[in-house]
């Protein structure tokens, strides 16, 4: 199975979504459930917007998106995901690192915080 994974972080919540580029559904992995559901809702509809394109740093395109049809659509879709829904994709951070580190630094991970 041929899948891409980002990290999510939303108000220091942590999660990660799993795009399956063979049955083009996406898997959110989240323990903030309105963030979860947002993101969810956000995968569902259409998505418009520019970029890039052209031999300048000024030209642009106007395009519509289906987030779940392939998976340059879904990482345009995810480069738009903070403005509508609040969460930030965390780039450069690979899916799990964050409970990683917490555990490291803690000894406890996130319970250890919350205690």
Same mark, same amino acid.
């Given at each position: 199975?041929?899948?891409?994974?980002?990290?999510?972080?939303?108000?220091?919540?942590? !999660?990660?979504?799993?795009?399956?580029?063979?049955?083009?559904?996406?898997?959110?992995?989240?323990?903030?459930?309105?963030?979860?559901?947002?993101?969810?809702?956000?995968?569902?509809?259409?998505?418009?917007?520019?970029?890039?394109?052209?031999?300048?740093?000024?030209?642009?395109?106007?395009?519509?998106?289906?987030?779940?049809?392939?998976?340059?659509?879904?990482?345009?879709?995810?480069?738009?995901?903070?403005?509508?829904? !609040?969460?930030?994709?965390?780039?450069?951070?690979?899916?799990?690192?964050?409970?990683?580190?917490?555990?490291?630094?803690?000894?406890?991970?996130?319970?250890?915080?919350?205690?």
């Amino acid at each position: 199975m041929n899948t891409f994974a980002v990290t999510l972080n939303f108000n220091c919540n942590y !999660g990660y979504i799993v795009y399956d580029m063979q049955n083009k559904k996406a898997s959110v992995q989240m323990s903030a459930q309105d963030a979860k559901t947002k993101i969810e809702e956000y995968l569902k509809k259409p998505i418009t917007m520019d970029v890039p394109f052209g031999t300048t740093i000024r030209d642009f395109r106007t395009v519509t998106v289906n987030p779940l049809d392939s998976l340059e659509a879904f990482k345009a879709a995810m480069t738009r995901l903070w403005n509508s829904t !609040g969460v930030r994709v965390e780039w450069s951070m690979p899916p799990g690192i964050a409970e990683h580190l917490l555990d490291h630094y803690t000894g406890g991970g996130l319970s250890a915080l919350k205690a």
